[in-house]
């Protein structure tokens, strides 16, 4: 009996090393496949007919008006925190037009977040969310520029994180922030971000949470020292 378990675990010992073995060449093999059709698709968004881009932000243009929109257009964008706020964020930020976006969270794509993240699948668990966040929004936005940064906010980083554009695709270098969206969960990181772009002159938008909570009536107005936990 003792050998019949021991040959059943080893068995599935060796089934698991075989799966992880799959999924591991068929994830090396996806990931080659997508930084083709990126390519791809960067080379594209730079030969797009512009009757087609304009045709695209129809919408846009028709609300803002010609003028306004581009400005939209040559607009830089500093996102952090791309998890339930972020990512839907940066996704309609991408969709409507922005030049460049920066995208920062230190964090990976996990199972659990798949409920509420903007365009992660299965197939970007274990992948930064910075990462996943610029290859889906380059599939959906290609003439959008993007800087994945997979790095954790901190006072020490702001300069780094919050600093001049320098990535490329086409969007003037040096260019620095028009707009910062703070979408961080932690109250010390907020007040971080909020005092860098204060004293630096950065006009910074940040979006509060109220994670778990369902009694709207509780809500009222204070300070962010006021705060505990989700702000």
């Known amino acids: ?22 999924l591991g060449h068929r994830r090396r093999n996806d990931q080659a496949q997508e930084v083709s059709s990126q390519s791809a ?11 087609i881009k304009s045709e695209v932000w129809s919408r846009n243009v028709s609300f803002f008006g010609d003028e306004s929109f581009g400005l ?4 830089f964008v500093v996102v952090v925190g791309l998890g339930g706020v972020g990512s839907h964020a940066a996704h309609m930020l991408a969709r409507s037009g922005v030049g460049a976006l920066r995208l920062v969270d230190f964090d990976q794509v996990s199972l659990s977040s798949l409920n509420r993240h903007a365009v992660a699948t ?13 290859l889906r929004l380059r599939a959906i ?31 003037p270098e040096g260019r620095k922030p028009d707009y910062v969206l703070d979408c961080i969960d932690d109250v010390n990181t907020k007040a971080d971000l909020i005092h860098y772009c204060q ?29 505990s936990r989700d702000p």
Request: proline share 5%; hydrophobic share 45%; with cysteine.
């Open 41 to 51: 698709d960067e080379e594209g968004s730079r030969s797009l007919p512009e009757h």
């Open 199 to 227: 004293i630096h002159g950065i006009p910074v938008m940040t979006a509060c949470a109220a994670g778990g909570k369902a009694d709207p009536t509780r809500l009222h107005m204070g300070l962010l020292s006021d705060a």
């Open 141 to 171: 936005a290609p003439w959008c520029a993007m800087d994945d940064r997979a790095s954790m906010f901190t006072a020490d980083l702001a300069a780094q994180l919050l600093g001049p554009w320098g990535g490329g695709g086409g969007f």
């Open 1 to 22: 009996m003792d050998k019949k378990i021991a040959l059943a675990g080893l068995c599935g010992i060796v089934t698991g090393l075989a799966v992880a073995s799959l």
């Open 122 to 134: 299965l197939q970007d668990v274990g992948r930064p969310k910075s990462e996943a966040l610029k």
């Open 72 to 75: 939209i257009r040559e607009s």
